[in-house]
Structures are given as C-alpha cells and as structure tokens.
C-alpha cells in the first residue's frame, strides 16, 4: 500500500481519499479513522442491528417523498416543514444555495470547510477570503469580517459555527449581532454542521432566529452527528420563502431509504443520541490532553469534534500523514491543501481514548523515533494536490508547506535554546490580476443592537505564563462605504494580498514552552482562543471555549427525545 498513499491522496483533490478506496488498497481493512469527523458513538449496536436486519426491504424499494422524510423529521425538530430542506448531504444544500442564491460575490473565513470557497468559484463567483491568524488561534473577529464585507462590497457571507478544521466557535449571541448589522445582504449562511458537539453554550444555534429573517439560512448535518456519513442526509432552516425556493429545485426523491430509516428510528432512540454527544465531548478533553504531552505540538480549542494540530517546527505534514497510514494504519486529516493553511497543521478527529493511545503512540514514532527531543527533519516542498479549481491551486501552491531552512542542523541542539533559530521560508502573496470597476456601495445597513453581555467571562491564560494584551476596543459595525480596494483586488476568485503566506510562522519555541495567550477578538462577548502549548497542561476552559463548571450530563425524560423537542439543534450542556 506505501507505494499507493500519495496518488491516492493527490486523486482526490480538496479532499481525503474514501474508506471504500484505502480498504481496498489495504487487506480489507480499513485504518483507524482520525480524518472523517463523525459520531464514532451513534448509531447503537442494536441501531445496526436492526438497519442490517431491514437491509433487503431498504434497498429494493423506493423511499417515501422528501416531504414526507422532512415532515418526520421537523417533528422532532418542532420546526414548521415549510421552513426546512432536506438534501442529499449538505454539500448538495450547498450547490443549490450557490446556484438559486449567490449573485456575484461570497465572503467566508478561511481556512473553512473547502465547499464554501471551491463551489462559488466554479460558477464563476467571486469569493472574497477572509484569512483567520494563527496568532489569535484562528478565531473570527465579527466585527473585523463585518469591515472586510464592506470594503469589498460583497453580496453574501457565511460563517461555519464551529468552524471547521479548527473548531472555532461563536456565541449566539453575537452571531446574531452579525446577521442585525448584515441585514442588507442578499444572504447571511450560518452554517452548523458540528454545532451538536459543543458545549460552550446550552443554546447556541441560531435556528429560530433565522425563520424570522428575510436572508438567513442555517445549514445542518446528520450524517456527521448520527455517525452515517455514507447515508448523505442534511438540511437547511430558513423563512418559508427561502426555503422553499431550494425546496422546489430538489428530486421528489432525493432522499435515499436509509435516510428514511434513520430519521424514522430517531424518536425512539434520543436517549442514546444525546449519550454519545456527552462522550464526544468528554473525549475531546481528554484527546486534547494526551496530545499535548507530545513536545512542540499545538493544539487549538475547538468545539467541534476535531482538534486542530499545529505539527512541530520541521514537521512536514504529507509525511506525518503517509508514515503514519502505511507504519500505523492511522488515518489523518492534512491540511495542507485548504485554503488559509498549511501542511503544518492536521485536523484530528475525537475518538475514543483506546484510539487516542494508538494514535499518541504513533504520532510518537514518527515525529521523534527514539529522541523526543527532535521532530521530522523533511522539509516540505509543496504537495502539488488540485482543487479542480485553478485559482485555488494557485493559492494554495503559493503558501503551502514553506518549511524551515536549516532545521535540520539545528534540531540536535534542542533541548537548550540554540545560538541562532532558523527563519521563516516566506512565500509570495498572489498577485491580483486587472479586473473591471470597483463594485459601488450597499445602501447603509441598519445599526445593530446593543450587545448584550456574555454569560461566559473571557479566557484568562494560566498564570505561569505572560498574560494576554488586551486590544483596543473593536470598532462598530461598518456601514457601506465605497470599496476601499483597488479595482484589481476585485477580480473574481481573488483572495486580498494581505492574507500571510502560511509559510509565516511565528518564532520556533524550544519543546515545553508555550507563546503567550492570544489577544481576545474584537466582538463583544466573545474571548479570544489562545492557542494551547506543548506541555503545559490543558484546562477544560482552554479546550472547550469555557468557564464555568461542566454541566451534568442530560437527563433525557422516558420518551427518549424529551419534551423540550428541538434537541438536533439545543442542546443542554
């Protein structure tokens, strides 16, 4: 299989190779999976059970209309169905919105789920990218996106909550501050998708108060809280119009005979549901703080069910990921070829913690062999993968995998601080091609209301290390101003030259320390997310987003989903 592991990971552009094609390259078995970032709790064994004693009657008829799997669906969502879509996973909620929805122009963070800058790129969009530092641990100032909106006079924006690869996350509260100040879009997209496993929050989606809004769309998984991926099954909540205008584009029976299955057997089975959420999450903790036992690794507080790991300076990350398929059969999430980041960083997914040994041992191996003291030595020199979209390639290539000149000589010295650390390999920012008139400005936006104070105080770092310095305080929303970019930055499919090649890195840190805590964001009520250290030890505040004491599991009533309904999209600690 060794021979195999680059062009299959090469032939699958954006993304990862599928299980089905590493089983059959491998001896029928597939690797241990830390890169598709499902419920590895749910279904139950007696849920599979019964899916494979119903397997015959499941594939040899016809599913039940979309309408009538939706309607099922919404009651126990307790969601009025004319405000829902059901899609065949959300990457086909996605294409629709793209095709019926967006204009011209789309603003996403990056990095971020790859659909969101490939799609609108191949209909020949322009996608404004708003690049996240690493310096603040890759948290979303809304107030600084809502300013970059402006100055680029974009139509549509989105944001991933959390956001994914590194499970950033955004108070309620404040996202719908964003959607208040936003509200002369043609459509705000708040996409959800791994929102079921945070916990920073007790309500945190914004699914009701987008019903009440004109161009809000919330988007949602199934596949990836239930566990089912190869099901394909998602769905969007909006006004009735919105929604029904994608509702209307989609095949009577775009929803398969599992999809129907699994959606009819959840009312039976929310006990069960809300059981494997709480074990994501208590395994995300303890995943994170395995993890940081390894010397040079960083890891990033994340509310989804996926940890974003910073690899060690000189570790290249196509390295890491192939060695520990073809040495360990361990598969990771390299992410390299997302826009916004590099092959420094893997997305890990959170499994059970007798994985979380397997995966600590093999990552062991490979970084360091017999000396913890010296990380990978190879040098990256770029991975050469498509997007099957030029401009990202382009993007991409220009930043990708940098590495460290003369790593290799110096990681003997470690761990004493060496005489002189190796500099940064900077890459070129692209350069924006000649493009038509700057786009005129919106008409003003209507003021946002006043924040409303956060029930969760700020992060604060540990006390050993330097404390955080606070920003100024963040400006208010901006309303429309003529665009502010020259008339070449407004090329479609071009991301601002400012975005920091990835190769930038801050200094190397000897293996144990930990940088200083980020500074917090600029959007009231929400701390900044300090990146966590080698091995300093990991608190549940720096992990999770949060502050205050876990809250006790929830105590599901006897009717399994409980009274309260809605729990796909509320949930309680």
């Known amino acids: ?57 499941i594939i040899t008829y016809y599913p039940s209309s979309a309408d009538t799997i939706t309607s099922e669906l919404c009651s126990l969502l307790q969601l009025p169905p004319q405000c829902v879509a059901m899609g065949n996973g959300s990457t086909e909620l996605i294409t629709w919105i793209d095709h019926l929805l967006v204009r011209e122009s789309l603003a996403i963070p990056v990095p971020t789920f ?23 641990g890759f948290a979303l100032d809304l107030a600084a996106y809502a300013k970059f909106i402006r100055q680029r006079g974009t139509k549509v924006a989105v944001i991933c909550n959390p956001n994914n690869p590194d499970g950033g996350f955004l108070p309620r509260q404040s996202v719908i501050q964003f959607m208040d100040a936003m509200a002369d879009l043609d459509l705000i997209v708040i996409d959800e998708s791994f929102l079921e496993f945070a916990d920073a ?59 129907e299955t699994v959606v009819f057997m959840l009312k039976n089975h929310g006990k069960e549901y809300m059981e494997s959420l709480h074990m994501v999450r208590r395994d995300r903790l303890d995943m994170a703080r395995q993890l940081s036992a390894l010397p040079g690794l960083t890891i990033y507080p994340s509310q989804g069910n996926f940890l974003f790991v910073r690899l060690p300076v000189g570790a290249e990350g196509t390295v890491v ?4 398929l073809t040495e360990h059969r361990i598969l990771v999430r390299e992410c390299g070829n997302k826009v916004g980041s590099s092959s420094r960083f893997l997305r890990l997914v959170v499994r059970p913690q007798t994985d979380v040994r397997r995966l600590v041992a093999g990552l062991e191996q490979v970084l360091f062999g017999s000396r913890k003291e010296t990380a990978v030595p190879e040098l990256s020199t770029g991975t050469g993968y498509g997007s099957g979209t ?16 003369g790593l290799a000589a110096q990681a003997n010295a470690w761990p004493g601080q060496p005489a002189q650390m190796p500099q940064p390999v900077a890459a070129a920012a692209p350069q ?10 919106l008409p003003s936006a209507p003021q946002p209301r006043p924040a409303a104070a956060s029930p969760y105080p700020a992060q604060q770092p540990a006390p050993v290390y330097p404390a955080a310095q606070q920003p100024a305080a963040a400006p208010a929303y901006p309303t429309p ?71 006790p599991p929830p105590q599901p009533s006897n009717s399994g989903w409980g009274a309260v309904g809605a729990l796909l999209y509320n949930q309680a600690g």
């Open 114 to 136: 790859g659909r969101w800058t490939d799609q609108p790129m191949e209909t020949g969009k322009r996608v404004d990218m708003f690049p996240l530092q690493e310096s603040t």
């Open 432 to 441: 924006p091609v000649a493009a038509a008139a700057p786009q005129p400005s």
């Open 1 to 57: 299989m060794a021979g195999n592991v680059t062009s299959l990971f090469r032939g699958t552009a954006a993304h990862s190779p599928s299980m089905a094609a590493l089983t059959r390259e491998g001896d029928g078995a597939g690797p241990v999976d830390f890169c598709i970032p499902c419920n590895p709790y749910f279904p139950t064994p007696a849920m599979f059970d019964e899916l494979a004693g119903r397997l015959r009657e």
């Open 321 to 324: 990921r192939d060695r520990l």
């Open 201 to 259: 929050e007790s309500e945190p989606s914004v699914v009701e108060d987008a019903v009440m809004r004109p161009n809000v769309i919330v988007l949602r998984s199934l596949g990836k809280n239930f566990g089912l991926h190869g099901i394909r099954f998602g769905y969007m909540v909006a006004n009735p119009s919105l929604a029904g205008r994608v509702r209307s584009m989609l095949p009577k029976w775009n929803l398969n005979s599992f999809a």
């Open 481 to 551: 101003q003529p665009s502010s970019w020259p008339a070449a930055a407004q090329s479609p499919g071009v991301m601002p030259a400012q975005m920091p090649p990835a190769a930038m890195q801050a200094p190397p840190q000897p293996p144990g320390l930990r940088p200083a805590a980020a500074a917090q964001t600029g959007m009231p009520g929400m701390a900044g997310a300090p990146s966590m250290g080698a091995q300093g030890g990991l608190t549940a505040a720096q992990v999770r987003g949060r502050t205050q004491p876990e809250p």
């Open 390 to 405: 030029a401009m990202v390639d382009r993007l991409v290539g220009s930043t990708n995998g940098g590495g460290m000149q």
